[in-house]
């Protein structure tokens, strides 16, 4: 070989290597990281960091570091399908990851199944994605109905007799409002008023003089974010003093915060441990990832993110070395009972649930979820 072959050799081999060195599984989410639901997306999707970094600074996955790969839909179900596509054929994602909203969620849905691209861990709990079992979509938390089922139970086994509904009119609405229905069967009772708010231009001018002069005891208020908090101030303001139960996708500091004055007493359902036992195994690695990034822990929204990203990986490593579409979904759907920490996941081809775990936090005088 003369000298020009061995260095073009030379230089061949040194390529290959640093594109081997650099080789990445490259994962797309589109979310609301800004508009009324940004700071609990923010919190998601740093709880699915802190895993995804410590996988990366030990490796990676089968030898190729993960890359997330994430864009912004402002929390608008067009922009979000939008997103999904440009990640999808543009930006050649192996996946799709942590989507946030029904509407959303269900916009991306056609998009899974014309590109063939498992959609992993939504942020929705919607029974759509559940039921019927779609190939392409494997859900991490327990669905909303389970959540708005348990909260009407837990009311009125503690004596609390008179509940009005306030929800979102669009698919996250009514699906949790079919939760709710199943609640109040189970306990024989029927809610005092079922209002509803548009979803992006909330108005509450008429919904919360009628909570005020209704007397209930509580009121489950079905929405996200800003309007949920502008919704409690509004019924506050006209003097109800009912007892606020909200749901797991407001289960964020950042709703918290948002809260401000009226923040204390509200509770809302929660699809993961409690994030200050650090009994539980999954919150005591979140907690110490956390820490290690000079955080003092984690919040239920970062949990959630975190678990998500533990079901992520698993599929990963199981789809073996520069995984396909069709890989991730085929090493996914074979899991069965995987610990992500104390607790078990499980797919199959009947069966895209995940975790059924629902549990009841109240934010207490400090601004922490207590349960």
Known sequence: MNRSLRALA??????????????????????????????????????????????????GVNGQKIEIIQLDDKFDPKLAAANAKTLITEKNVAALFLSRGTPHTQAIVPLLEQYKVPLIGPSTGAM?????????????????????????????????????????????????????????????????????????????????P????????????????????????????????????????NASGGFVKALKENARGVIVTQVFPYERSLAAQIVKEAHDHAVAKGLEGVSPAMLEGYAAAKVLVAGLKRAGPNPSRQRIRDALESMNKVDIGGLEISFGPNDHTGLEFVDLSIIGRDGKFRR
């Open 10 to 59: 030379g230089a061949l081999g040194l390529w290959c290597l640093c594109a081997s060195a650099g080789a990445q599984i490259l994962i797309g989410q589109t979310a609301g990281f800004s508009g009324a639901v940004g700071p609990g997306v923010k919190e998601t999707a740093d709880g699915a960091k802190l895993y995804i970094d410590a996988v990366n600074a030990q490796g």
């Open 128 to 208: 759509a994605l559940h039921k019927p079992v779609n190939p392409w979509v494997f859900n991490v938390r327990a669905t909303y109905q389970r959540e708005a089922e348990r909260a009407v139970q837990h009311l009125s086994l503690i004596g609390i007799e008179r509940i009005g509904v306030i929800h979102v009119d669009d698919s996250f609405g009514a699906d949790m409002l079919e939760g709710t229905k199943k609640g109040f069967a189970a306990v024989a009772k029927n809610p005092v008023f079922v209002e509803k708010y548009d979803r992006a231009k909330w108005d509450y001018t008429k919904i919360a």
């Open 210 to 249: 009628l909570v005020a002069s209704s007397d209930v005891q509580a009121v489950l208020f079905i929405g996200s974010g800003t309007a949920v908090v502008d919704g409690i101030d509004a019924i506050r303001k006209a003097g109800s003093r009912a007892q606020v139960v909200t749901f797991s996708n």
